[in-house]
């Protein structure tokens, strides 16, 4: 590991521990105040493409994309403020193609699968209506920040046409991934007595790898960079939680 890599791994913690410490010292704060309801705790889920009812689905849903984190809430009425803080680990494949034949012997296409640890931070705001003393319907909107762990990020390249063998080309080339990835969550949710479930979809505003793409300009100058416009992180999030406070 680099120790750039290494820097930017104990500024990704503390960012997390900071933002950790803030949810509970809002809920400390808020609960001293008269008028104001606060809730924290923990949140389990797990993160998809596309939404199902499927038994195999939801199950790789689980074992892929887990996610678990925290939650803080503040309202005022039906008004109410919701930050989370979520770990995930992800795994995305992006096709990219090469624009022309030429002497350094590339396929017409590869992929690229990232691989990476993230901690997502969203600030959600919504409007809560109480059906009865246990039961409220709720809906949300926010923007998120996506925490990528660049020590623990792994892009691997494959050949998807004909043969496994990577070029060695391809095979030494880097390819500039970022480090926060902006999105914006819209959403719904419901609380049953201190249960509390959340479908949000998380439409990414951030491209996941750079405008550069690749680090190594002779490779670079043959790859048709028009699927970066693909490799946002929309993803739907569902998540329980369970209300301490």
Do not use: C
Not at 122 to 141: H, I, M, T
Not at 150 to 171: A, F, H, M, Y
Request: charged fraction near 15%; hydrophobic fraction near 40%.
């Amino acid at each position: 590991m680099s120790k750039r890599n290494q820097i930017n791994k104990v500024n990704h913690m503390k960012r997390s521990f900071f933002i950790l410490a803030v949810l509970l010292l809002l809920g400390r704060s808020a609960s001293a105040i008269g008028g104001i309801d606060v809730s924290i705790g923990p949140k389990v889920g797990y993160l998809s493409q596309k939404l199902s009812y499927q038994k195999a689905d939801i199950n790789a849903g689980f074992s892929n994309h887990f996610t678990l984190g925290a939650f803080a809430r503040v309202g005022i009425g039906n008004l109410y403020v919701q930050p989370e803080v979520l770990w995930f680990n992800s795994s995305e494949a992006f096709n990219m193609s090469i624009n022309t034949a030429d002497s350094l012997g590339l396929p017409s296409s590869f992929t690229l699968t990232r691989k990476a640890m993230n901690i997502q931070v969203p600030v959600l705001v919504g409007y809560k209506l109480n059906l009865s003393d246990r039961l409220a319907v709720r809906g949300q909107v926010g923007p998120t920040a996506n925490f990528i762990y660049p020590s623990k990020t792994l892009v691997e390249k494959s050949v998807s046409s004909g043969s496994n063998d990577i070029p060695e080309q391809l095979l030494d080339t880097d390819f500039d991934t970022k480090s926060v990835a902006w999105g914006f969550q819209i959403g719904a949710g419901i609380d049953i007595l201190r249960l509390t479930l959340d479908i949000n979809y998380n439409m990414g505003i951030t491209k996941l790898f750079g405008e550069k793409v690749v680090n190594n300009s002779q490779v670079g100058q043959y790859i048709d960079t028009q699927n970066i416009e693909k490799t946002r992180q929309n993803l739907f999030m569902i998540t329980i939680g369970y209300k301490l406070l």
